[in-house]
């Protein structure tokens, strides 16, 4: 079956600037999280969303920085006022339903460059 | 708070020899463990993961893993390298319990030489 799909895969945008990165999870998967992955680093936790609510945001790593799943199904990172530290390849992941759910899927992540 | 120690960014074995990566973590509970492959240009992928029970785990491409509580590690082996292996590997570690959290090493990128 289909599996996690993000657009677009490359962002390219100017400082200051205002972005959206989209992320598809697997059908019927409850769970979504976002990580941003630097370079040479690993995946760094932003968020994660459990149905249509944002569980746990404590790694947004501060107010430009915003997410949404208003359906449960999609959503889409929103970066404000963009800047150069924010260049990165941002990943999302979702996992399916059920008690002590630990199995992540991964998206192939979308390239976001800020000049 | 919990937290991801991967020694040795930057690891190389000979084909046909034993890989070993190391990773150990710091958690006030007892963690659900992973780690994961990414392999250049791609997402990624699981390659195997410690929650309850055998301490022992195995994964695909022949890896394997042992939790070892009190040594606070789970690191990854495989006894015979192939060239297909080079890749970044990742440990990761979650909560079992409040929001399901993620914390990643920073990873060890794996050359496997001729």
């Known amino acids: 079956g289909a599996g996690v799909s993000q657009t677009p895969s490359n962002k390219v945008t100017e400082k200051g600037k205002y972005v959206e990165l989209r992320c598809d999870p697997i059908s019927g998967h409850t769970a979504l999280y976002w990580y941003r992955q630097s370079l040479g680093q690993g995946p760094e936790f932003l968020i994660y969303f459990q149905g249509t609510g944002a569980a746990d945001d404590s790694g947004l790593p501060n107010d430009r920085f915003f997410a949404v799943r208003p359906e449960g199904s999609v959503s889409t990172l929103k970066i404000q006022r963009t800047e150069r530290g924010d260049s990165a390849v941002y990943l999302c992941?979702?996992?399916?339903?059920?008690?002590?759910?630990?199995?992540?899927?991964f998206g192939p992540g979308t390239r976001l460059t800020v000049t | 708070a919990q937290s991801v120690t991967q020694l040795g960014s930057h690891v190389s074995v000979s084909e046909g020899a034993l890989v070993l990566l190391r990773c150990n973590y710091s958690?006030?509970?007892?963690?659900?463990l992973f780690w994961y492959v990414q392999y250049p240009n791609q997402g990624l992928q699981l390659l195997l993961k410690y929650t309850t029970g055998a301490t022992l785990v195995k994964g695909i491409n022949g890896f394997e893993a042992e939790f070892k509580k009190s040594e606070t590690s789970f690191h990854l082996t495989k006894p015979s390298a192939h060239m297909s292996d080079a890749a970044e590997y990742f440990c990761a570690v979650r909560t079992t319990s409040g929001t399901y959290k993620y914390i990643f090493g920073t990873g060890t990128r794996l050359k496997v030489l001729a």
């Open positions: 992941a979702s996992s399916p339903p059920g008690a002590g759910t630990n199995e992540q899927y």
């Open positions: 958690s006030s509970v007892p963690p659900y």
